[in-house]
């Protein structure tokens, strides 16, 4: 059997989005409470967070969850501060041309699950989701995966 995949050289660029859902990009004053509304519009669950155009953060339905629960048990207020408080800082990126390899390496060290995708000017392109690696894996091969026994 030949897999013809090459990780070490085949780019973030060639993977391309999992779905077709629009990028969330907001400024770092918004408020939680409209991030969340823009999150749910777009049926999406993480927004890119920037300061003048360029990615300073990410916030995802992780970090939402606490925020909700605290909201729940009544204490006021966690939604209508500003996002910068409780997003992800300086995320790990990647660009187009950062390899599926590397994109996969920090993926699983950092036990992320979205990475930002960046320009080289540090603002926002897409974001790289596990969803569209394994997509990418499975179209790679798909005779192996779609004609794996189910175990």
């Known amino acids: 059997m030949s ?8 780019t ?18 918004t408020p939680v409470r409209e991030v969340l509304r823009q999150l749910r519009a777009a049926n999406t669950g993480a927004a890119i967070v920037c300061r003048g ?3 300073v953060g990410i916030f995802t339905e992780r970090d939402a969850l ?3 629960a605290a909201e729940a048990d009544g204490n006021s207020g966690p939604l209508e501060r500003p996002i910068e408080e409780k997003m992800t800082a300086n995320p790990v990126t990647v660009t187009p041309e950062t390899t ?6 920090l993926m699983a060290e950092g036990g992320y699950r979205r990475l930002p995708v960046i320009d080289g ?6 974001i790289l989701k596990t969803s569209g690696i394994l997509h990418y894996l499975v179209q790679a091969f798909p005779n192996v995966v779609y004609t794996l026994p189910p175990a």
């Open 66 to 68: 606490p925020l909700l």
């Open 100 to 105: 599926v390899g590397e994109a996969i390496k």
């Open 53 to 55: 155009g360029v990615v």
């Open 3 to 10: 897999f013809d995949l090459h990780l070490d050289s085949e």
């Open 121 to 126: 000017e540090g603002r926002p392109t897409g």
């Open 12 to 29: 973030v660029g060639h993977v391309g989005p999992a779905d077709d859902k629009p990028l969330v990009c907001v400024e770092v004053g």
